[in-house]
């Protein structure tokens, strides 16, 4: 039995991963599972605790017991935590700066790691920023999507005003530069393309245009 279809989408903040992942799982009819979301999930358990998020041993405790699942259609993906509808409450500011942080903690993506591989095993498209050379190295097919820092601070800006209409260029592009900083150098799974994936650059790029070329790859490849 041909096993169900894995698609890897690894980039950078404001890449345009999740557009594309949604676009890519509505188009071929698979779960779409954005893995940022689960590191929010994490977060947003670590301000409900008592737990001080630099303390690493036990926000990866944390986050090897939490519940975290993820279901719906690509575009109306609902995430819970213990069986609570979170999916609002983990893009509110608070959880967004702790997250990047908790993100680094190898016990962390460890934890959700694992759990991104029981997800996905029932062939998915998967975002994130270690999906094609951590989580699912041998997914059929893998995406790496960049653009550059300034055209990827304005679409982060375009999204974070969604829940904070007093959202700034030149905090977001801070922001996001020290996120990159993070996740490059991180010593767990640092975020890089892997050497067999598709890199595509989007910078003055319509998303739709990406968006035809990464179905060619598919059907090319498949």
Do not use: C
Request: proline share 4%.
């Amino acid at each position: 039995m041909t096993r169900p279809l894995i698609i890897a989408i690894d980039g950078p903040s404001g890449a345009g991963k999740s557009t594309l992942g949604q676009m890519l799982a509505r188009k071929l009819g698979l779960l779409y599972i954005d893995t940022g979301s689960m590191y929010r999930a994490v977060a947003l358990a670590v301000i409900e605790s008592t737990i001080n998020e630099t303390d690493d041993v036990a926000v990866g405790s944390l986050a090897g017991r939490v519940e975290i699942d993820l279901a719906g259609n690509p575009e109306s993906l609902s995430v819970s935590l213990n069986g609570q509808d979170v999916t609002e409450r983990i893009r509110d500011e608070d959880v967004t700066n702790i997250s990047s942080i908790i993100s680094t903690i190898p016990a962390v993506r460890r934890a959700m790691v694992k759990r991104q591989r029981e997800l996905g095993q029932r062939g998915a498209v998967m975002n994130g920023r270690d999906i094609g050379t951590v989580v699912f190295p041998e997914a059929d097919i893998k995406f790496f999507l960049t653009a550059s820092p300034a055209e990827r601070a304005q679409r982060r800006l375009v999204e974070e005003r969604k829940h904070n209409p007093a959202a700034n260029y030149d905090e977001v592009f801070a922001d996001m530069t020290e996120r990159d900083r993070r996740d490059t150098t991180r010593t767990d799974s640092p975020l890089i393309a892997a050497s067999d994936a598709v890199i595509i650059d989007s910078t003055g790029v319509p998303l739709d245009h990406v968006f035809q070329r990464m179905m060619r790859e598919i059907e090319r490849r498949e």
